[in-house]
């Protein structure tokens, strides 16, 4: 450890690219803290039985504090660098838990989820870019993709805490899961400290010797002169050197010409994430089996964990073949499929159900029809399988690949903070939505899930088996609005060719200097 990691650590790019992944855990964990509470007497009598609007408010404080933990990390991940500010979101869950766990109002409650949405908003930017700063090309989406599937299993293991503790009356059953939340958060930050920092931050910190020492440990068995390890550390300088050319960082670099149009695709991108309608099936599942007609709190919670279980497991193949299949397909057939499922839900919805009352609400809710309520559970199903086999991961992977590294962080926030932002809206949002529209709102994002399929046939190129260096070319060939136009080997480079480029750029500027 007197490299300030361990480089056994280091030497597995598997462990090294999804230990920090814990971060996205925990926004795994709030989603599932929240939605399993729903329907717990002891929660609403604590609480006051919050109506909708009220619940929307609480739920939409975790995102509001994301928000705002997203759009800091422009600052803290180009100062502290992504190894400190992924501990710094550690603390922040720890501290976020505790007044959680302790609140004994509303008030309380949703200042300790600002807090823990402040963690949640800096993990879930600062990690991918870790993540994708330390893979090699060729497993790169697989390892931002655990950042996903991370969090389905924070959803699903949270969840089943829940369930047991559901057994127990009073407020422990649902304070205890809020603190034993606060120990993935411990083991990260604790974790973190054996493992490197990213070699492209510190190159373009002037950090090289520790920059190639650590890049031989990541992709070389500590052989400084690796092939791969030569060929990255080579990219990685000639990047840095030449958008340091361009003058210093600053937020206008996001408008300049080449730049934002990524800026919008990775905005963009994370905005149709959260307009799939997926947290609706995440945060208000209790509501929405409610309104297939599913009676009694204990079948609920049971369908509820078998959605979450599917999750997790649908999460798998895409992590195994995201960088086979690419993002294109995953973008355009996910969304697809998943606006097909959402009309059905919809539809179903529409003609079998009426208004009703749930728990002395009234709301549309569909009564006394098995066959319709147990086809909308299933399309539900069905939705949120065909979102964790293709857009989840996926859109994880992309905003974290196409930025250059003068803006990578400042952009990659940004990103982050439009999910967040569409996150915040529509957890507030969707409990009214149910309540006042109904069915429609089924169809609603539905028509948001072919909306997002058309933007991706036309303007996201593909970006998979490239280093982020060579991810340069792609968006340099144009094609803003034919996408498909863009080759899957535009961009390949072998080391003889970056070191050829190297010699003639150094001899110009020879020539030049006399």
Known sequence: MGKGY??????????????????????GLDISSMSAVLNNPAYANTFHNPGSNAQGAIVASMPAGSLIGALSVTYLGDKL???KTIILAGLFWVIGSIIQCASINRGML?????????SVGISSTVVPVYQSEIAAPAIRGRLVSFQQWSITWGILLQYFVQFGCSYINGTASFRIPWGLQMIPAIVLSLGMLAFPESPRWLVDNNRETEALEILADLHGGGNQQDELVVLEFEEIKSQVYFERTEGAKAW?????????????????????????GVNVM????????EGAGLTGRRANLIADSVQYVLNVAFTVPAIIYIDKWGRRPMFIYGCLIMGFWLYLVGGL??????????????????????????AIIVCSYFFVCSFAITMGPASWA???EIFPMRVRAKAVSLSTATNWLFNFALAWAVPPMLQNIQWKTYLVFGTFNFAACIHFIFCFPETAQRSLEEIEDVFSQGHEFSAWAV??????????????????????????GA
Not at 252 to 276: A, C, I, N, P
Not at 350 to 367: I, K, N, P, Q
Not at 487 to 512: C, I, N, Q, T
Request: hydrophobic share 45%; proline share 2%.
């Open 487 to 512: 080759s899957r080997s535009v961009g390949k480079k072998e080391l003889a060719d970056v070191l050829a480029h190297k010699v003639g750029k150094e001899s110009l500027e020879k020539s030049e």
């Open 252 to 276: 206008s670099d996001l408008f300049k010409r080449g730049v934002m149009r990524r800026v919008f695709l990775g905005t963009s991108l994370q905005m149709w994430s959260q307009l799939t």
């Open 398 to 400: 992309y905003p974290a």
């Open 81 to 83: 660098g992504r190894k």
């Open 282 to 289: 995440m945060y208000y599942v209790v509501y929405v089996f």
């Open 6 to 27: 361990s480089a056994r650590i280091a030497s597995n790019p598997y462990i090294v690219g999804t230990f920090a992944c814990i971060g996205g855990g925990l926004f």
């Open 349 to 374: 919805q529409a003609r079998f159900g009426a208004m009703g009352t749930v728990d002395g609400t009234a709301t549309w809710v569909v009564l006394n029809n098995p066959a319709a309520t147990k």
């Open 110 to 118: 949703v200042v300790g989820r600002i807090i823990s949405g402040l």
